[in-house]
Nanobody
Framework: QLQASGGGLVQPGGSLRLSCSAS????????ISWFRQAPGKEREGVSC????????SYEDSVKGRFTISRDNAKNTVYLQMNSLKPEDTAVYYC??????????????????WGQGTLVTVSS
């Protein structure tokens, strides 16, 4: 029910915008996170947006470069990635949990996962 898209090949310093769209699930009152998994490495959390008030959180290595946002009209969450580095190369996944009637950010468990989209940063 979650569909991640927008990955591709980009040169260092370039930008991409990932999208996480949902079917059968309303995202505005869910907590959404983006994760990534690079080859040979464990999955790591990249960014979170909270349910109900859209507070955001970022992993240190992407602060100032990535922006997570939500468009309720399109039922979609985005991850705008700027100043991309080769170390950002990974499969990116979106995950959601909810719905919640209160503010939740970066929950420990997620009931919904997207299928992943590959981001390759290389010259």
């Amino acid at each position: 029910q979650l569909q991640a898209s927008g990955g591709g090949l980009v040169q260092p310093g370039g930008s991409l915008r990932l999208s996480c769209s949902a079917s059968g699930l309303t995202l505005h009152n869910t907590a959404i996170s983006w994760f990534r998994q690079a080859p040979g490495k464990e999955r790591e959390g990249v960014s979170c947006i909270s349910s109900n008030d859209d507070s955001t959180s970022y992993e240190d290595s992407v602060k100032g470069r990535f922006t997570i946002s939500r468009d309720n009209a399109k039922n979609t969450v985005y991850l705008q990635m700027n100043s991309l580095k080769p170390e950002d190369t990974a499969v990116y996944y979106c995950a959601a949990d909810g719905p919640y009637g209160y503010v939740v950010i970066c929950p420990h468990e997620y009931h919904f996962w997207g299928q992943g989209t590959l981001v390759t940063v290389s010259s």
